[in-house]
C-alpha cells in the first residue's frame, strides 16, 4: 500500500458530530477533502446550511442532521435518520463539546451536569449506537473521541471540563478492549489550544496568550491544519494496529514545560 493510499477515505462515510463551526467543521471538511462522505450535526439545522452546500461542492454526499447529544431520544433518532439514508458509517468523530469555565466553588450542579453529559456521556451514547447500528454489522471501524490537554493535566477553573476528558480516556480504552474483536477502533485525538469560539475570550487577552505561548515547546498554539494529518492517520487505514490511545496535538505543552532550568556547572 502507497503512503497515500493509507488515507484515502474515498467511498467511506464519517460521521462527525459538532459541526456547526470550530473544530468539528474543520474535521469534517479534512474527512472530506480526504474522499470520505458525511454524516454532520448541529443543534440547529439550519447552522449546518452552507457547510452541506460546500462540501456537495466537492462532489461528496453530505447528510445534515440535527442532533443533542445530551438527550439519548435525540441520538436514537439522528442514528436511525443516519441509516435510512446511508448503508455504512466508517468513521465516527466524537466532536460535539462544550465547556463552563469557573472557579470550583461557583461550579453549580447544572454546570457539571451540561460539561460532563455533552462531552463524556454524549460521547458513549453515540459511539454505542453508531456501533451497534453500523460498525458492529461491518466488522470495522474507526472512533475518534476528541479529548484535551485535560487528558492528562489539571487547570483550575476547568474541573467539569477535565472531569469529563479524562472520562472520555478512560472510556476510549475500555471501548477500545470491547469492540477490538469487531474490527473497530477507538482512540482519542486530543487537540491542544486551538482559537475557537469555545475560547476566543482568552485569545483577546494578550498576556494570557504570552503566557500560553511561552510554555509550549513549539512556540504558538494551535492552528486548525495542526490536526489535519493526526485526524487522517486515526481515520484511516494507517492506523489499523492502533486502539485505545490518546494522540495529544498540542504543541508539547503536555509536556510539563516552564523555562528551561539554569544549567549546573
Ligand atoms: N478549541 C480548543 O482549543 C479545544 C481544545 C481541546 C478540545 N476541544 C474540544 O473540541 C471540540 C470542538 O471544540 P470547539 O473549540 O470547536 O468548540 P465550539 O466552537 O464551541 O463548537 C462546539 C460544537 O459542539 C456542538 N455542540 C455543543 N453542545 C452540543 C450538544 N449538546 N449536542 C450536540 N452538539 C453540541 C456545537 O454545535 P451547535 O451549537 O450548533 O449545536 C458546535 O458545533 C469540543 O469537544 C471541545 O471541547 C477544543
Same mark, same amino acid.
Do not use: E, K, M
Given at each position: 500500500m502507497s503512503h497515500n493510499a493509507a488515507i484515502d477515505l474515498t467511498g467511506q462515510t464519517a460521521f462527525v458530530s459538532g =459541526? *456547526?463551526?470550530g473544530l468539528g467543521e474543520r474535521f469534517a471538511m479534512t474527512l472530506a477533502q480526504a474522499g470520505a462522505d458525511l454524516i454532520v450535526s448541529s443543534r =440547529?439545522? #439550519? *447552522?449546518l446550511k452552507d457547510f452541506t452546500a460546500r462540501v456537495q461542492d466537492l462532489g461528496r454526499q453530505c447528510l445534515p442532521l440535527e442532533l443533542d447529544v445530551r438527550s439519548k431520544e435525540s441520538i436514537d433518532a439522528a442514528v436511525a435518520q443516519a441509516k435510512a439514508a446511508v448503508n455504512k458509517v466508517d468513521i465516527l468523530v466524537n466532536n460535539a463539546g462544550c465547556n463552563v469555565r469557573k472557579p470550583a466553588l461557583e461550579i453549580t450542579w447544572e454546570d457539571w451536569n451540561t460539561v460532563v453529559d455533552t462531552n463524556l456521556r454524549g460521547s458513549f451514547f453515540l459511539a454505542t449506537a453508531v456501533a451497534r447500528e453500523f460498525m458492529v454489522p461491518a466488522g470495522y471501524g474507526r472512533i475518534i473521541n476528541i479529548g484535551s490537554v485535560t487528558c492528562v493535566a489539571g487547570y483550575a477553573g476547568l474541573a467539569p471540563y477535565g472531569a469529563s476528558r479524562g472520562g472520555i480516556r478512560q472510556m476510549t480504552m475500555s471501548l477500545a478492549h470491547d469492540w477490538g474483536r469487531f474490527g473497530i477502533t477507538v482512540n482519542v485525538l486530543a487537540p491542544g489550544w486551538f482559537k475557537t469560539s469555545q475560547n476566543r475570550v482568552m485569545y483577546e487577552d494578550a498576556g494570557w496568550v504570552e503566557y500560553l505561548t511561552e510554555r509550549i515547546p513549539l512556540g504558538r498554539p494551535g492552528a486548525m491544519e495542526d490536526l489535519e494529518g493526526p485526524l487522517l492517520f486515526l481515520a484511516s487505514e494507517g492506523s489499523r494496529y492502533v486502539t485505545g490511545q490518546l494522540l495529544l496535538v498540542? !504543541? !508539547?505543552? *503536555?509536556?510539563? #514545560? =516552564?523555562? #528551561?532550568l539554569p544549567a549546573k556547572k
Open positions: =459541526t *456547526s463551526r =440547529t439545522l #439550519a *447552522s498540542d !504543541g !508539547g505543552i *503536555s509536556v510539563g #514545560a =516552564t523555562r #528551561a
